[in-house]
Structures are given as C-alpha cells and as structure tokens.
C-alpha cells in the first residue's frame, strides 16, 4: 500500500503538496485563534484525585481563597508601610466593584482598628499600655501644640529632668528622623519599633474576563499602575524607603505564562537555528537542507493545531512539545535524506521510490517506538505528562508521514521548477565525518569499556538510593520573576504558611470536637476557626483598658496652628542652643549632635506631624473597645471561615519543619486519618508527589512492557531483545547515577525524561541492528549511511534538548538536562554495552 501510494504522490506532485499546505494553512489559522496556556500547577493532575476533589469542594464554599494577589508593601517604617497600605485599600475599595471579587486587608477594618487590641494576650496588652503610660505626658504636651517649636520645646523640657538611657535613646531616635525624613514617623515612641523592615499584606481576588488571554489582565494592569503612581508620587518618603510588590496564584502563572511564552518564543528560535546548522554539515546542499526545514515547519504546525483541537489548550509541561518535536522529528528527514545517497545513481523519481522503499520500514519502528515512550504517561493521572506525550508521540507520526510523502514530492517540484540537480553524490562519503576511526577505536578496546562500564553499572545502582523527588511545585517556577521571589521571602520570613492545611467542617459543634481531638498532637501547632475570632478573656482585658483611661484618659488633639510670629525662628534656634547644651551636660554619649547642628540649618521633615495625629487616632480608637461577639464580627472576616453554604473552616498549621519529608508525610496522614476531607498546604504537595512517582511507576512499566513487546515483534530473536533490552537498563541507570553526580533532582517535569529514554534507546538499537543485518561486517555498516545519519539526528537532538535546559523556567530546564544525560547515556551504553556483544547479532 505504501509503494502505491508514493507512486502516487511522485506522479502527482504538485497536487499532493497543494492538498498539504491549504491543510498547513487551515491549521495555522486554528493555532493564531485558538493557541492558549493553564499555568496553574494544580491542573497538572486528574481531577478525579482524592485531593484535587477535596481542593475543588473547598473553593466551592470558600470561592476568595482561589485566583488570589497578594499585595506585599514593605517599608523601613511601621508608619509609612501602613500609611501606603491605607492609602492602597482605598483606591482598590473605590474599584473593587468592577475589577474585584475580594478585597482583605485587616488593619484597615473599623473593626479592629476599635477591637484589634483585644487580640493581644493580657501581658502584651499590659506592656503594650505601660509603654504608652510613659510617653503620655510627652505624647499629650505634643499634642496641644503641633509645630516644630513646640517638638522642640517639649524635648528641652524632658532633657531637663533626669532620663534613663531607654528614653534618652528613644529622643536621639526622634531627633536622627527628624533631620532625615521628609514626615517623621513616630513609630518608635507609639509601638516600640526595632525591625529592619515593616509588612502589609492585602489580599485580593480579581474578577477574570475570559474573553482575555489572560483573564486577569485588567486586574493587573490597574495594580501595576497604582503601584507606579505611589512610587512616583509619594509624599512622605523617597521611594528607596518601601516597596510594592505582588505575588500570588495570579501574578505567579502571570509570570509564568511570560516566562514560557518568551521562553518557547526563544527556544523554538534557538532550536530552529541550531537544527539549520547541523542540516547544513549533515547535507551540504541547499535543496535538501531547505526541503527538511520547510517539512520540519509543516510538521510543527500541524502538530500544534491537532494538540489545541484535542486538548483547547497546553499546559506548563506540555508547551514544552514544540522544541522536542524540533530536535525529535527532524531526524525522520535526516535519516531519509541521507539514505537517498545509497541510490545515487538513478533518476529521481527512481531513487526516491527505492529510499522509501528502503527506509520505510526502519522509520515506521522508529516512530513507534519513540511514540511509546512518550504514550507510556498517557493512562495515568499525572495529566501534565499525559498531554506532552500525547502530542508528542502524535507529532512523531504526523513527522514520519510528511517525510515519507511529502519530503520526496517537494524535491520532485523544486527540481521541475527550478530545473535544479540535486546533486546526489556531492555528500556521498560517510568517513568525511571520521566517524569509522570513532568506532574502530571503541570496537578495538570493547573489552577495556566493558569493563568500566560494568564497574560504572554497579556503582550506579549502588546510587539509586540518593535520588531525590522534589514535589514543592513553587520551585518549578521561574526563580527570578518578582512574584515568585516574593513569595519564597514571605514563606520564609513566615509571613504565610504553605503547609498550613484546611478541612470543612459542617458545624460549630463538630469543629470543636475535631480541634478538642488534632489538638493533642504535637505534629500540630495551632487549629483555628470561627471560634477563635472571638478572643479569650476579654472581662479581664476590657477592665484594664478601664483602669488605664482611668489615669490616662483619651488624647484630645488640637488643630495644628500656623503661627506667624516672625521672630518663631529665633526662639526655635534658642530652643536648640538650650537642647544643644543639655545633651553637651548630661546626654553627650547617647545624643547625636549632628542632629542639632541640621535642625540649625533648617534641614527637618516637611510634615513633622502627619503620622503622629495618625497614631494618636489609631490610639484614641483602640480605648473604645468593646466585647467581641459572634454576632458583631464583621461578614468580610466572618464569611473567610464560614462557607457559602454554611460549612466551617478550620485551618490547621502545622509544629515541624515540613521541608523534612518525614515530618511532612506524618502531619498529612494524621490530618487525613482524623479528617479525611483535608484540602491545601502540605496535602497537596504531599499527595501531588505520590501520585507522580506512581505515575511514574506506572509509566516506566508501560514503557518497559510495551518496548520489550515490541522488540520481540520486530527483531524476532531472543538473544537480539536480551542484548537491547540489557542496553535499555544500562542507559536508564547510567541516567540515575548522573543525575545523582550532577547534583539534580527529579520533579513534576522532567520525569518524563526515563520512560522516553526507553523509547529513544530502543529507536537508536533498531536503526542499528536493522541496518547492520544487511551488511557483512561491521566495517560496511560503519561506512553506510546510516551512522552518519544516526550522528546528526543525536547532535539535533541534543541541541534542541540543551536549548530546554537554558530555559528561565526551572521546570522546562530539569526536563532539558535529564533528557541530555538520558540521550548521552543512550550513546554511552551503545558504545561500551552493544559494541562487546557485536557477535551475538552482527555477521562476521
């Protein structure tokens, strides 16, 4: 049927490649409408997993919780970090109806800003009033008189008695930010401050436009302004004093979706360019090398329009397809060309017919065989994998028909039009590459490489206990991107948990019990819910905020008033001549008298008092708290554990380090065993890891099964299938053990790499035994060919696989390394496993 066929197409030319570019042309068109990418990570995996369904019930109830932005403004000063944070709220508040699902930022809540001080356990609360009992008098004096002469006044006042070096400290604090900051902060007399860096977090949902390519989008633009404009614009400190950052599941897979889309941009380019050059040694003829190049396109488009029209869209591993179809699908048009040399000396139509009447068979197992590698993770769960190799191996067939039919009947057009030879036999010498001498050296030496590789097979599976599988899907992204370098310093300064987990409870009365019952454990540190919005000993709190404004009543504020004496600034410089000789008196070791000499010259804040009537209303505020009931707790707060359809959520957080896999895999089974319905956090990277490494048990047994099949039913001799199948094994340790030496770990991406590896080692071990039973010995095949053809399509694919793992995207890198170390090993297990056992298959 094949015969008849390329007889067809080589009669018909131009009809049959008329017939293929309007189907190139209708499937390019489908691509630029329909080409789009899921960047989350968690639909990498079946929805039909415990798990995932526990995830998907729990953001029914708790919708906010999902497509989330975290906005991070950090800040030298509490004052400014919370200032901006306001001022931020506000502006998101104002278009929260049109770009926003949910806006939460806490501190900004009338609620806590009256009550929050309840929250504190009674000794914070006792020290948090003791402190403020101290600086009342300096704090009330201020407050009466608003201006730097009265600042300064009042310091001269409490210079005058006899300090401790507490608040002589507090006062060269004072003075240092008075001199250096455009609105001096007062954090350090209002909250004791002494960090290095103050957070805010608000936590945003945005409303998704599916109309968009990425839904998102407005949500981020506007954010991505406002965040500009107070950069810019912001009035109370230089911009080098805070930052505005944002993370998150959106902002993250927004990064992504750049990093992938300019990454495969890049990488398709790269690849492109490096299978140019390789062509161009391999073929040494313009004709050819445009003809496999223009094939190879064709293929690449008709490829990603069938993987959109099966699937709607690609996923962060999947996308990866198109550079391992470069480097992969190539060498069908490398091996057919290069063959077409054996039969130089016919007419075209001759020569083509005979190459495909002498390869085809060998490409046809050669496909297949590839294509099982990549089919082998097509049954399991692992649905990242599952679509890759789908389109992937589809995309070996799509590239074996085109070569077969295509490939020849373009040649016959170019010729007619361009009236152009071919030049046959221009490249017709196989040892212009030397690679019999490569050969004959290894074959002469078998013995010494079988030997080292035997003693490298040992240790190699002596190695298999130090492989490691990393299942922290976060470190996959791109390392670099803002948002994700975010979310690495927030996980680490504990500023969220990422191994906290969550479980829906149906009741108040059963939430309690299940706390009562996960509390005992010391695999867990804290259980939160509902309940425990309502703060403990409240009676006891209430009375001492009494007793306090018993003796310290609320602070009232007097208008700031511009005075227009004109002789205000004599008295403020004799103000600091008395400041000035105090500290040279009592306070010259702990007072800074840089300080006095740039108030001097008039160098102090623009606005002195701006965040000081800020704290004092945040103050006054705190006063008036009142007893927090059930009843009285905000819906915004409520409605983040209580669900939409009545459902409670408990947030359970963890004791120990989860990055120990041990303590890891202990707090998830005892959380699922007490509460089977457990969602997030360290269940999901726990659950998402095993079901990984089962499917890839999965797929190594398809892959090794199908193969071993499949060598029986091609090579139909049992000591030739032993000899390929010891090979395969070979290579797959080797492959272990580098990646082990290398110091590199397997993951969610590049575990595809080890089944694929059966499926390329079996093609390359074919091509060869096929070939050499046509020859009588060695040296014949060596000058065949097909060496020369299995060479370049190794130096292809090696390119197209180092360009992967040049990618920015952690995940796309891994799977581009493994796969290097898997085709090198490969080679390697060729040269030092197959060459040894030459007379168990090859003629003498």
């Given at each position: 049927?094949?015969?008849?066929?390329?007889?067809?197409?080589?009669?018909?030319?131009?009809?049959?490649?008329?017939?293929?570019?309007?189907?190139?042309?209708?499937?390019?068109?489908?691509?630029?409408?329909?080409?789009?990418?899921?960047?989350?990570?968690?639909?990498?995996?079946?929805?039909?997993?415990?798990?995932?369904?526990?995830?998907?019930?729990?953001?029914?109830?708790?919708?906010?919780?999902?497509?989330?932005?975290?906005?991070?403004?950090?800040?030298?000063?509490?004052?400014?970090?919370?200032?901006?944070?306001?001022?931020?709220?506000?502006?998101?508040?104002?278009?929260?109806?049109?770009?926003?699902?949910?806006?939460?930022?806490?501190?900004?809540?009338?609620?806590?800003?009256?009550?929050?001080?309840?929250?504190?356990?009674?000794?914070?609360?006792?020290?948090?009033?003791?402190?403020?009992?101290?600086?009342?008098?300096?704090?009330?004096?201020?407050?009466?008189?608003?201006?730097?002469?009265?600042?300064?006044?009042?310091?001269?006042?409490?210079?005058?008695?006899?300090?401790?070096?507490?608040?002589?400290?507090?006062?060269?604090?004072?003075?240092?930010?008075?001199?250096?900051?455009?609105?001096?902060?007062?954090?350090?007399?209002?909250?004791?401050?002494?960090?290095?860096?103050?957070?805010?977090?608000?936590?945003?949902?945005?409303?998704?436009?599916?109309?968009?390519?990425?839904?998102?989008?407005?949500?981020?633009?506007?954010?991505?302004?406002?965040?500009?404009?107070?950069?810019?614009?912001?009035?109370?400190?230089?911009?080098?004093?805070?930052?505005?950052?944002?993370?998150?599941?959106?902002?993250?897979?927004?990064?992504?979706?750049?990093?992938?889309?300019?990454?495969?941009?890049?990488?398709?380019?790269?690849?492109?360019?490096?299978?140019?050059?390789?062509?161009?040694?391999?073929?040494?003829?313009?004709?050819?090398?445009?003809?496999s190049f223009f094939t190879l396109l064709i293929g690449l488009i008709w490829t990603t329009s069938s993987a959109l029209f099966f699937f709607n869209e690609l996923?962060?591993?999947?996308?990866?397809?198109?550079?391992?179809?470069?480097?992969?699908?190539?060498?069908?048009?490398?091996?057919?060309?290069?063959?077409?040399?054996?039969?130089?000396?016919?007419?075209?139509?001759?020569?083509?017919?005979?190459?495909?009447?002498?390869?085809?068979?060998?490409?046809?197992?050669?496909?297949?065989?590839?294509?099982?590698?990549?089919?082998?993770?097509?049954?399991?769960?692992?649905?990242?994998?599952?679509?890759?190799?789908?389109?992937?191996?589809?995309?070996?067939?799509?590239?074996?028909?085109?070569?077969?039919?295509?490939?020849?009947?373009?040649?016959?057009?170019?010729?007619?039009?361009?009236?152009?030879?071919?030049?046959?036999?221009?490249?017709?010498?196989?040892?212009?590459?030397?690679?019999?001498?490569?050969?004959?050296?290894?074959?002469?030496?078998?013995?010494?490489?079988?030997?080292?590789?035997?003693?490298?097979?040992?240790?190699?599976?002596?190695?298999?206990?130090?492989?490691?599988?990393?299942?922290?899907?976060?470190?996959?992204?791109?390392?670099?991107?803002?948002?994700?370098?975010?979310?690495?310093?927030?996980?680490?300064?504990?500023?969220?948990?990422?191994?906290?987990?969550?479980?829906?409870?149906?009741?108040?009365?059963?939430?309690?019990?299940?706390?009562?019952?996960?509390?005992?454990?010391?695999?867990?540190?804290?259980?939160?819910?509902?309940?425990?919005?309502?703060?403990?000993?409240?009676?006891?709190?209430?009375?001492?905020?009494?007793?306090?404004?018993?003796?310290?009543?609320?602070?009232?504020?007097?208008?700031?008033?511009?005075?227009?004496?004109?002789?205000?600034?004599?008295?403020?410089?004799?103000?600091?001549?008395?400041?000035?000789?105090?500290?040279?008196?009592?306070?010259?070791?702990?007072?800074?008298?840089?300080?006095?000499?740039?108030?001097?010259?008039?160098?102090?804040?623009?606005?002195?008092?701006?965040?000081?009537?800020?704290?004092?209303?945040?103050?006054?505020?705190?006063?008036?708290?009142?007893?927090?009931?059930?009843?009285?707790?905000?819906?915004?707060?409520?409605?983040?554990?209580?669900?939409?359809?009545?459902?409670?959520?408990?947030?359970?957080?963890?004791?120990?380090?989860?990055?120990?896999?041990?303590?890891?895999?202990?707090?998830?089974?005892?959380?699922?065993?007490?509460?089977?319905?457990?969602?997030?956090?360290?269940?999901?990277?726990?659950?998402?890891?095993?079901?990984?490494?089962?499917?890839?048990?999965?797929?190594?047994?398809?892959?090794?099964?199908?193969?071993?099949?499949?060598?029986?039913?091609?090579?139909?001799?049992?000591?030739?299938?032993?000899?390929?199948?010891?090979?395969?094994?070979?290579?797959?340790?080797?492959?272990?053990?580098?990646?082990?030496?290398?110091?590199?770990?397997?993951?969610?991406?590049?575990?595809?790499?080890?089944?694929?590896?059966?499926?390329?080692?079996?093609?390359?071990?074919?091509?060869?035994?096929?070939?050499?039973?046509?020859?009588?010995?060695?040296?014949?095949?060596?000058?065949?060919?097909?060496?020369?053809?299995?060479?370049?399509?190794?130096?292809?694919?090696?390119?197209t696989f180092f360009v992967l793992s040049l990618s920015s995207h952690v995940g796309t890198s891994s799977m581009g390394k493994l796969l290097i170390i898997s085709?090198?090993?490969?080679?390697?297990?060729?040269?030092?496993?197959?060459?040894?056992?030459?007379?168990?298959?090859?003629?003498?």
């Amino acid at each position: 049927m094949t015969s008849s066929l390329i007889n067809l197409v080589l009669t018909y030319p131009k009809r049959f490649i008329l017939f293929i570019l309007l189907i190139t042309l209708a499937a390019g068109c489908f691509v630029y409408k329909n080409i789009s990418v899921n960047t989350s990570n968690t639909d990498l995996l079946s929805k039909e997993l415990t798990f995932r369904k526990n995830d998907i019930a729990f953001k029914k109830e708790f919708p906010q919780f999902s497509n989330n932005i975290i906005l991070v403004i950090d800040a030298r000063k509490g004052d400014i970090a919370k200032d901006i944070a306001s001022t931020f709220y506000k502006e998101l508040k104002n278009n929260e109806e049109e770009l926003f699902s949910d806006v939460f930022y806490p501190n900004e809540l009338d609620f806590f800003k009256k009550n929050g001080i309840l929250y504190l356990s009674v000794e914070e609360l006792e020290e948090r009033l003791d402190d403020m009992a101290n600086y009342q008098p300096f704090i009330t004096r201020l407050s009466n008189d608003q201006t730097l002469y009265g600042l300064l006044n009042t310091i001269n006042l409490f210079l005058s008695a006899d300090l401790n070096d507490s608040y002589v400290n507090q006062i060269n604090k004072l003075l240092k930010n008075l001199t250096e900051q455009k609105s001096l902060t007062w954090g350090n007399i209002f909250s004791l401050e002494n960090e290095l860096n103050y957070r805010e977090i608000i936590y945003l949902q945005p409303k998704l436009d599916y109309s968009k390519f990425f839904p998102s989008e407005s949500s981020l633009i506007f954010l991505e302004k406002k965040i500009e404009n107070i950069k810019t614009n912001y009035k109370h400190t230089d911009s080098k004093n805070f930052n505005i950052r944002l993370t998150g599941t959106v902002p993250m897979e927004q990064d992504e979706l750049n990093t992938l889309g300019g990454g495969a941009k890049k990488g398709i380019t790269i690849s492109l360019i490096l299978v140019f050059i390789f062509l161009l040694y391999a073929f040494k003829n313009s004709i050819y090398l445009f003809a496999s190049f223009f094939t190879l396109l064709i293929g690449l488009i008709w490829t990603t329009s069938s993987a959109l029209f099966f699937f709607n869209e690609l996923n962060l591993i999947s996308i990866a397809f198109a550079i391992l179809f470069i480097g992969l699908g190539i060498d069908f048009s490398i091996h057919y060309l290069l063959r077409t040399y054996e039969f130089s000396s016919k007419e075209i139509n001759d020569f083509l017919f005979l190459t495909n009447k002498s390869i085809t068979n060998a490409l046809l197992l050669t496909a297949i065989a590839i294509a099982i590698g990549f089919f082998s993770f097509a049954f399991t769960s692992f649905q990242g994998l599952a679509q890759l190799g789908i389109i992937a191996g589809t995309g070996m067939f799509i590239s074996l028909f085109l070569t077969l039919f295509f490939l020849p009947s373009f040649l016959i057009l170019i010729k007619k039009i361009f009236n152009k030879s071919l030049d046959k036999k221009q490249n017709n010498n196989s040892k212009s590459f030397q690679f019999v001498n490569f050969m004959t050296f290894f074959k002469n030496n078998s013995n010494t490489f079988f030997t080292i590789s035997t003693i490298f097979l040992l240790f190699s599976i002596f190695n298999l206990k130090n492989i490691k599988f990393h299942n922290n899907p976060l470190e996959l992204r791109n390392q670099q991107s803002t948002s994700v370098a975010t979310m690495n310093e927030l996980i680490k300064d504990r500023s969220l948990n990422p191994n906290s987990v969550d479980i829906l409870v149906k009741n108040i009365s059963e939430g309690i019990k299940l706390k009562s019952n996960l509390s005992f454990s010391d695999k867990i540190k804290e259980v939160n819910f509902i309940e425990d919005l309502v703060p403990q000993n409240q009676d006891e709190k209430l009375e001492i905020i009494n007793q306090f404004k018993t003796f310290f009543p609320e602070i009232k504020m007097n208008e700031a008033v511009i005075i227009k004496e004109t002789n205000i600034k004599k008295k403020e410089d004799e103000l600091l001549i008395n400041i000035e000789n105090k500290i040279n008196e009592k306070y010259k070791s702990l007072i800074n008298l840089s300080y006095i000499k740039k108030l001097k010259e008039r160098k102090f804040s623009e606005d002195i008092f701006y965040f000081f009537r800020e704290n004092i209303s945040n103050f006054n505020n705190s006063l008036k708290a009142e007893k927090i009931l059930k009843e009285n707790i905000p819906e915004s707060l409520k409605s983040r554990y209580v669900g939409i359809n009545g459902a409670i959520r408990m947030e359970i957080i963890p004791f120990e380090n989860l990055n120990n896999q041990r303590n890891k895999k202990e707090f998830v089974e005892y959380v699922y065993k007490n509460a089977p319905n457990v969602s997030g956090g360290a269940f999901t990277t726990y659950e998402a890891g095993k079901t990984i490494i089962s499917s890839f048990k999965e797929a190594m047994t398809i892959s090794i099964f199908l193969t071993t099949l499949f060598l029986f039913i091609t090579l139909r001799n049992l000591r030739k299938v032993f000899i390929v199948f010891i090979n395969l094994i070979a290579a797959l340790l080797f492959s272990l053990s580098f990646l082990s030496l290398f110091g590199l770990n397997l993951n969610f991406a590049n575990i595809i790499a080890l089944p694929l590896l059966f499926g390329l080692g079996a093609a390359t071990s074919i091509q060869t035994i096929l070939r050499t039973e046509k020859f009588k010995t060695l040296d014949d095949y060596f000058n065949s060919t097909t060496p020369r053809a299995i060479i370049f399509s190794l130096l292809t694919t090696l390119g197209t696989f180092f360009v992967l793992s040049l990618s920015s995207h952690v995940g796309t890198s891994s799977m581009g390394k493994l796969l290097i170390i898997s085709l090198f090993s490969i080679f390697l297990a060729n040269l030092t496993i197959l060459i040894p056992l030459e007379k168990y298959f090859f003629k003498k």
